[in-house]
């Protein structure tokens, strides 16, 4: 249908699944890689028409995979869609397509939508090359966003312990599953933000 493939970058098996079947049954190539990182040891091998990508995952995340395909002439015009239910504000937004995001899309995907922008975004000229910024201004505004998602997981992971101890035995057990998977999420938003703090530390200002 498509020369090159499209390449799927998602950390939760059954999304990725999901998005790679969808694909094929309307004939794109397609090719999954399950964080930034294995993402980019693709990208290395062959160059895709198009990249779909989650924002939180483990080792590279979205917006680390946007800025290290963005600094590179040879992936900078490569169209990306990020998919997302975390990072749904307008600042959020708005810093996703300041480093170069094509289009957002929100979970849970709405693939009528979603089959659209493919091929809107495969067919159509390539997109201008977006305007580089800094290594500084990349995480300044990276920081800001992991901030904020922090204090609200935290805030969110505070409230549902409180709920916790308020309900029946029998709903329990479902529950601090939930709460279990906010946790690990909070952990590694604060994972991200020391990342990201050491690499500020390590960056000129005036770059």
Same mark, same amino acid.
């Given at each position: 249908m498509q020369q090159g493939y499209v390449l799927i970058v998602e950390d939760v098996p059954d999304i990725l699944k999901l998005l790679e079947e969808t694909l094929k049954f309307k004939s794109y190539r397609a090719v999954t890689a399950r964080n930034g990182q294995e993402a980019l040891d693709a990208i290395q091998r062959e160059r895709p028409v198009l990249v779909i990508t989650d924002i939180m995952m483990p080792k590279l995340d979205g917006f680390g995979l946007v800025h290290r395909l963005r600094i590179n002439p040879e992936t900078r015009d490569i169209p990306v869609i990020f998919l997302t239910a975390t990072y749904v504000a307008l600042e959020d937004k708005a810093f996703a397509l300041n480093i170069g995001v094509t289009r957002f899309i929100e979970k849970p995907v709405n693939f009528e939508k979603f089959l659209d922008t493919v091929a809107e975004l495969i067919t159509q000229s390539p997109p201008a090359a977006p305007t580089l910024i800094?290594?500084?201004?990349?995480?300044?505004?990276?920081?800001?966003?992991?901030?904020?998602?922090?204090?609200?997981?935290? $805030?969110?992971?505070?409230?549902?312990?409180?709920?916790?101890? $308020?309900?029946?035995?029998?709903?329990?057990? $479902?529950?601090?599953?939930?709460?279990?998977?906010?946790?690990?999420?909070?952990?590694?938003?604060?994972?991200?933000?020391?990342?990201?703090?050491?690499?500020?530390?390590? $960056?000129?200002?005036?770059?």
């Open positions: 800094s290594e500084a201004e990349f995480y300044e505004g990276y920081r800001q966003r992991l901030e904020k998602k922090l204090s609200q997981k935290i $805030t969110q992971i505070t409230r549902d312990e409180h709920l916790l101890e $308020t309900l029946p035995e029998a709903e329990k057990q $479902t529950f601090k599953a939930s709460l279990q998977a906010a946790i690990n999420e909070r952990d590694e938003l604060q994972r991200l933000l020391d990342e990201i703090q050491v690499r500020m530390e390590s $960056t000129p200002k005036s770059e």
